[in-house]
């Protein structure tokens, strides 16, 4: 997004939901008037149907529905965002790890790119405008997995790279590294 947000192009906006990564990530993309939403969570093998070999990994690949929104809809989302502090500039910087509830925004509204990151159960988590909306238009089916207190024991906390757990670091200018 980054590379294509310019002044006078077109406004890109990209949610992510981590909704613990092993168990639910949800992303939501808009451009123009399309959203396009995908959910990828444990694969659902009960629908598993071969009928080439590409046909084993579907299970995997999550939901993907897209919805064409009208423009009062896009105006009320761009009013939710803003009611979120998403086109400020914020200086500081969060560590997220993929065993936690989240939002990651990614917003380029003329020609400005933004990002805002809502950890659970931090303040500015509690009362987001834009989340109600996007999982309103969400035609996946999918319920979103709610956040919650999750317990890891020691061993996990140790030995976090054997079970696929990674924190990234957001600042101001976005994604700044990926940490293990």
């Given at each position: 997004?980054?590379?294509?947000?310019?002044?006078?192009?077109p406004?890109?906006?990209?949610?992510?939901?981590?909704?613990?990564?092993?168990?639910?990530?949800r992303?939501?993309?808009?451009?123009?008037?399309?959203?396009?939403?995908?959910?990828?969570?444990?694969?659902?093998l009960?629908e598993?149907?071969?009928?080439?070999?590409?046909?084993?990994?579907?299970?995997?690949?999550g939901?993907?529905?897209?919805i064409?929104?009208?423009?009062?809809?896009?105006?009320?989302?761009?009013q939710?965002?803003?009611?979120?502090?998403?086109?400020?500039?914020?200086?500081?910087e969060?560590?997220?790890?993929?065993?936690?509830?989240?939002?990651?925004?990614?917003?380029?509204?003329?020609?400005v790119l933004?990002?805002?990151?809502?950890?659970?159960?931090?303040?500015?988590?509690?009362?987001?405008?834009?989340?109600?909306?996007?999982?309103?238009?969400?035609?996946?089916?999918?319920?979103?997995?709610p956040p919650?207190?999750?317990?890891f024991?020691?061993?996990?906390?140790?030995?976090?790279?054997?079970?696929?757990?990674?924190?990234?670091?957001?600042?101001?200018?976005?994604?700044?590294?990926?940490?293990?």
């Amino acid at each position: 997004m980054r590379a294509t947000c310019q002044s006078g192009g077109p406004n890109h906006y990209r949610f992510v939901y981590n909704g613990v990564y092993t168990e639910q990530v949800r992303i939501y993309e808009l451009r123009g008037n399309d959203l396009k939403v995908e959910v990828i969570g444990e694969a659902d093998l009960s629908e598993l149907y071969v009928n080439e070999v590409l046909d084993l990994l579907k299970p995997w690949q999550g939901k993907k529905a897209t919805i064409r929104l009208r423009e009062a809809d896009k105006e009320l989302l761009e009013q939710a965002m803003t009611s979120d502090g998403i086109f400020t500039h914020d200086e500081r910087e969060i560590e997220l790890s993929s065993d936690q509830f989240y939002w990651l925004v990614v917003a380029c509204k003329e020609g400005v790119l933004r990002f805002g990151t809502f950890r659970w159960p931090d303040a500015n988590y509690k009362n987001l405008a834009f989340s109600p909306l996007l999982l309103g238009w969400d035609m996946t089916e999918i319920p979103l997995n709610p956040p919650r207190e999750t317990l890891f024991d020691d061993e996990y906390k140790v030995n976090k790279a054997d079970h696929g757990r990674f924190n990234i670091r957001v600042g101001p200018n976005g994604l700044m590294y990926l940490l293990d």
